[in-house]
């Protein structure tokens, strides 16, 4: 397939690498940047979009940052380019097509992890003592998690999966989504989960014209491989220090919620979701993962206090076990205050087997 990239910055620069080793090629790189313009770019040539019939390409793809990428797809729409040419960026590089296509091995694993990003970083799953796969995701709220559950659920034999990890924070009850500033991503679940709670309005959004799992198709193999090692490699490989003003921010930002009607909606959720998880005969675990001790501090409010008292209920209704780690020491390795760096990551998935090995 031939491609044109709109965005010549680095963006644009590391989709190209993606593309080079492949039978995809880029022929051109679109930009609005008059500095850029007429030069080229890994010796591929920069232009405006509007001189797109002077090249031959089968798809433009917008490489430029997510926040402007869909003022970028209206000027290519206005440039004459067929909207069915156009590919979203963020469809190729978010990382979340894995959950249309379950791991091969699925009937081996063993333990299921579920969460935000705090969680992916806190399991770590090539360190674990059983095999385990770990969906969380940054921004994943508690409904797309029972959602991907029931999927697995239903693609899995009744006893494989031994133990599942039910990975939440102080403020899961109070998030959702579809209601939250980051709700364009519930366009990444669409096709298979639908967008939640988005309102009616946005069924004309731009994302909403794409299937993702077609998408994807048209490029090959290796391309798709390739973008989703170079955008969603496993992050934070190195030890990172985060000062206490980045973790007053994060826990501003990570509390700022007062939504009972989400708390109501997703306390139901989760009380399905221990339930599913009992029914297909897993062990259910509940998880905090630790906090740096400023965090912790700052976090302990009503909000925290309410999940902790449902989760003390479902427990003991459920028979499931919990392990908060906001009473666990020995961590002093975070990034932003909640995100295990790589060394305490590992740390705490050496407690996690050892908890396996316990039961």
Not at 44 to 69: K, M
Not at 318 to 343: K, M, P, R, T, V
Request: charged fraction near 20%; proline fraction near 3%.
């Amino acid at each position: 397939m031939k491609i044109a990239l709109y965005g010549a910055g680095g963006g644009g620069v590391g989709f190209e690498k993606c593309f080079r080793y492949s039978s995809d090629e880029v022929v051109v790189f679109f930009d609005r940047d008059m500095s850029k313009i007429g030069k080229a770019v890994n010796k591929i040539p920069v232009d405006d979009i509007n001189q797109h019939a002077n090249y031959n390409f089968d798809s433009v793809i917008i490489s430029s940052q997510p926040n402007y990428e869909e003022d970028i797809y209206k000027k290519i729409i206005s440039s004459g380019i067929d909207a069915h040419k156009i590919v979203p960026g963020s469809i190729l590089r978010n990382g979340h097509n894995s959950y249309f296509n379950l791991p091969k091995n699925i009937n081996e694993i063993r333990a299921c992890v579920s969460g935000l990003s705090y969680h992916r970083d806190s399991i770590l799953q090539e360190y674990c003592c059983i095999p385990t796969y770990n969906y969380s995701r940054s921004s994943q709220d508690i409904f797309y998690d029972y959602m991907i559950a029931r999927l697995i659920v239903s693609n899995t034999q009744k006893g494989n999966i031994k133990f599942w990890f039910i990975g939440l924070c102080g403020y899961s009850l109070e998030y959702d989504l579809s209601r939250s500033v980051n709700w364009k991503r519930c366009f990444y679940y669409k096709d298979k989960f639908g967008t939640h709670n988005l309102l009616e309005s946005y069924k004309d959004y731009y994302l909403n014209k794409y299937d993702y799992k077609s998408t994807l198709k048209k490029f090959s193999k290796q391309s798709v491989n390739n973008i989703s090692d170079m955008f969603y490699v496993k992050e934070k490989k190195a030890i990172e220090v985060c000062s206490e003003g980045q973790i007053v921010r994060q826990v501003k930002k990570d509390f700022s919620k007062n939504y009972p009607e989400t708390v109501r909606e997703n306390t139901i959720i989760l009380k399905k979701y221990v339930s599913l998880v009992r029914s297909h005969g897993a062990i259910p675990i509940i998880f905090i993962p630790p906090v740096h001790p400023v965090y912790k501090k700052l976090s302990e409010n009503n909000i925290t206090q309410n999940l902790l008292n449902q989760v003390k209920m479902l427990t003991q209704e459920n028979c499931a076990y919990f392990i908060n780690g906001y009473e666990l020491d020995g961590y002093s390795n975070f990034n932003g205050g909640a995100h295990l760096n790589i060394q305490d990551g590992i740390l705490f998935t050496k407690h996690i087997n050892s908890f396996i090995k316990s039961l």
